[in-house]
Structure formats: structure tokens, C-alpha cells
């Protein structure tokens, strides 16, 4: 058993490890429970985003999965007997090891042992190429969003693309029936094209950076307000530590990119005032005054607030996890995706579902935030034309596709042999 924790991307990331675990195991597993967090503030469980059937009928051939523990498992107290393991008794990308040595025994002790949290705890390396390939089946292929996310999904894309966008590998894996099938006399032209961009820069990331945006004496009140609640153990260490200042923080690019510095990443690139641009995220920390720079400059801007009517986001509303499920929709379907935070886990899963679905024509711009940083800080005393060509090179760079690297993510980058791989059978 597993109950994940954070929001729908981690705990995205944890149930593909807890599938690739009940493999390695040789163990039942209870479909997924999500922990409420007093930060994304959704009481979503697995069926509320996901297809609970689906799921389990695409991996019964790899393990089996049922909705609930076993009757006579359900009256046994899991604290007191030793079955409950918390992320402190296992490390952060533990090797399929030390599963091995100290959670089967377990196992096979109590015939059950639930995991709680379970965030980020499972090697990318190494790990045997059977089960990294399952972590990929799930992630890429057995998680499904449900009926409701699909429909309003294919209803955001549609409105994106226009009314004759074509379908595609993608979109068919992310919209299921709802996705637009092709036209043959639909004239390609008559679509629209649409840049993504994913602004992380909602309070709880800007209060956790610990970096300082330039709003005075209020901002460093109120974050620390909100730290206090959110982030108490932060706020402690604030206290009795010395932690790195502010600008330091942000030269070493540790810092998420506020909208006015991701708009002169955009307009450096070469993206248009023309360009149709969606944005994807919660609420920006600043709300219009710290939107208004990328509103000026992109008059085409929009949201899905403002794709969607209130009657079609009404069913969405307080469950922040299935709204982030639209925004992935959106941002893997789109033309061109740029993010902010190359961190983000968001930003993560969507280039690796770019990569795995769109067949090298779907690129991502993910830019190296230290040394964008560096070209930031001089963006008072440098000339547009030495801006852009800085930005550029730096892009142009990031761009480049490569096999996975030893011990990255198989979700951020699938091409490796274990995921991407096609095999005659």
C-alpha cells in the first residue's frame, strides 16, 4: 500500500515507483491513496484523475492490483506490528536493494506493509532494464485521466489548435475518445500554433525559494507569514541557521523566474507579439501587477480561466490536482513548451511526455536557469542585441537531444532503451 503525498506530479512519479516496488517484490498492490496537503489543498483520490480500470487492466500482466486490502488484512494495526514505513526509514532514490534487504522481510512477516509519502524513493540507477521499462509502461501508457479531464482537456486543445487540429499519438494517449481525429480535407494551415508556458511562481514556490522579487519590507512579511504556516521547519532553520542571502540565491540560478524575466527570455528567443501564448500554473504570486509585463508584450495570452466558461470549470473547482491535470493537457499538446523552473516536477513530466509522444517534433525550451541568471543580472547595463544573442546561444545549447543520462529520470528523459525502444515480437 501507498499513501503519496504532494501533488498530482509527485505523486504521479511515486505511483509508477510503487508499481515498479510491487514488481520487484513479487507483491499485491492496493490501488493508490493520495495524502491531503495543507499546501495544494484537494481531497482528489486515484479515481478522481486517473481510470482505475484501465490501469489495472493494463498491468495485470506485470503485477496485480486490487482496490482494497484483503478483508482479513483490514483489522491488523500497521503501526503496532511494524508495517508502516515512512519516507525518514527510506532514502531519497534508494536502490532496489535495500527493498530487498529491509522492506521484504516485512512483507513477508505481516503480508502487508504500506508506505507513506513514498516521495522520489526509487533509483533511476541502477536498477534492472525490466523495471525501469515497467516504470515507463505506467507512466507513458497505463495512467489515464479520467472521462471528465479528458473531455474538458480536448475541449481546451480544440480551442488552442482550432477547429481542425489533427490528432496524433499524444493526443490520442492523453484525450482517449475525446481526442480530434484527422480530417484528410482539413487544410493544416487553418490550425492554430501555440507556445506553453509554464510560469511556476505561485506563492508557495516563491516562499519556499527563500529568494528575495523585489517587493519591499510587505513581500518579506508576507512570505515569511506564509512560510510559518507552510513551511515551518523552513522557517526554523531561518532562525537558528545562516543560510545563503537572497542574492546569492539567485546568482547561482536558484531562483524561480519571475513573469517579467520569463517574458524577456520569450522576446529574446524570437517569440512574436503575435504569438499565442498559454500559461499554465495556479495563481501567480502578485497577480496582474507581476503578469502585466507578459500581458503587454502578448496580447494573446490566455489561461484556462479564460479558454474555459465558468459552467465548464465549475467541476474543477477546489481540486487543484485535477486543474493541473488540464494545464499538463495543454502544455503536452502545444506546439512549443518553455518552462521556468527546470526543477519543476511539472515541467519534468510534460517534456518527457513530449519527447516519448512527439516523434522529435514537439520542443521543449529549458533554460539553464545559473547561467540565464547570469545574463539577467546585467539586463540594466547590457544592449538588447548582446541580450538576445546571449539567450539565444544559451538555448540553442539546452536544445540538443540526448540519450538519457546515468541516474536522470526515465520521466523527464525516456530515451533510453528500457522506454523508448521498439521491439519485434
Not at 49 to 59: M, N, T, V
Not at 88 to 107: C, F, G, N, Q, R
Not at 182 to 207: C, G, Q, T, W
Request: proline share 5%; glycine share 6%.
Amino acid at each position: 500500500m501507498i499513501s503519496a503525498n504532494g501533488g498530482i506530479n509527485q505523486q504521479r512519479v511515486a505511483i509508477c515507483n510503487a508499481v515498479t516496488i510491487s514488481r520487484l517484490l513479487n507483491a499485491t498492490l492496493v490501488l493508490p491513496k493520495f495524502l491531503y496537503s495543507n499546501v495544494w489543498l484537494d481531497k482528489s483520490q486515484f479515481g478522481d484523475i486517473y481510470q482505475e480500470e484501465y490501469f489495472i487492466k493494463y498491468l495485470k500482466s506485470d503485477i496485480q492490483i486490487v482496490k482494497d486490502l484483503p478483508v482479513e488484512l483490514q483489522s491488523l494495526d500497521l503501526e503496532a506490528i511494524g508495517s508502516l514505513v515512512n519516507d525518514t526509514d527510506v532514502m531519497k532514490e534508494a536502490k532496489p536493494s535495500l527493498y530487498m534487504k529491509k522492506i521484504l522481510p516485512i512483507l513477508l512477516r505481516n503480508r502487508v506493509v504500506h508506505f507513506i509519502g513514498f516521495g522520489n524513493r526509487l533509483s533511476f540507477d541502477p536498477i534492472p532494464s525490466d523495471l525501469q521499462r515497467l516504470r515507463c509502461r505506467c507512466n507513458f501508457h497505463a495512467l489515464r485521466f479520467v472521462y471528465k479531464i479528458q473531455e474538458t482537456g480536448a475541449v481546451l486543445v480544440e480551442r488552442l489548435h482550432g477547429h481542425r487540429a489533427s490528432s496524433s499519438p499524444l493526443k490520442d494517449n492523453l484525450l482517449g475518445q475525446f481526442a480530434v481525429k484527422s480530417d484528410p480535407r482539413a487544410n493544416k494551415s487553418d490550425a492554430s500554433k501555440y507556445l506553453a508556458v509554464h510560469l511556476r511562481f505561485e506563492i508557495d514556490m516563491v516562499a519556499y525559494s527563500l529568494c528575495y522579487f523585489g517587493g519591499g519590507k510587505d513581500e518579506e512579511d508576507e512570505l515569511e507569514a506564509y512560510r510559518q504556516i507552510h513551511f515551518p521547519v523552513l522557517s526554523e532553520l531561518k532562525k537558528m541557521t545562516k543560510l545563503p542571502s537572497a542574492a546569492f540565491l539567485r546568482s547561482e540560478g536558484k531562483c524561480p523566474l519571475a513573469p517579467e524575466e520569463a517574458v524577456l527570455m520569450l522576446a529574446a528567443i524570437g517569440f512574436k507579439r503575435s504569438t499565442n501564448i498559454y500559461v499554465a500554473g495556479a495563481e501567480i504570486y502578485g497577480g496582474k501587477d507581476r503578469m502585466a509585463a507578459i500581458s503587454r508584450l502578448y496580447p494573446a495570452l490566455v489561461t484556462k480561466e479564460t479558454l474555459l466558461s465558468p459552467s465548464e470549470l465549475e467541476p474543477f473547482r477546489n481540486f487543484s490536482s485535477q486543474l493541473a491535470a488540464l494545464d499538463f493537457i495543454a502544455c503536452a499538446a502545444a506546439d512549443a513548451f518553455a518552462m521556468t523552473d527546470p526543477g519543476s516536477q511539472f515541467s519534468s513530466l510534460v517534456q518527457g511526455y513530449r519527447m516519448y509522444y512527439g516523434g522529435g517534433d514537439l520542443p521543449t525550451i529549458r533554460p539553464n536557469k545559473r547561467r540565464l541568471a547570469s545574463i539577467l543580472v546585467k539586463n540594466a547595463t547590457i544592449e538588447w542585441n548582446g541580450f538576445e544573442n546571449r539567450v539565444r546561444k544559451l538555448i540553442q545549447q539546452t536544445k540538443q537531444v540526448h540519450e538519457r543520462p546515468v541516474a536522470r529520470s526515465v520521466f523527464r528523459h525516456p530515451r533510453c532503451p528500457e522506454c523508448m525502444c521498439r521491439t519485434e515480437h
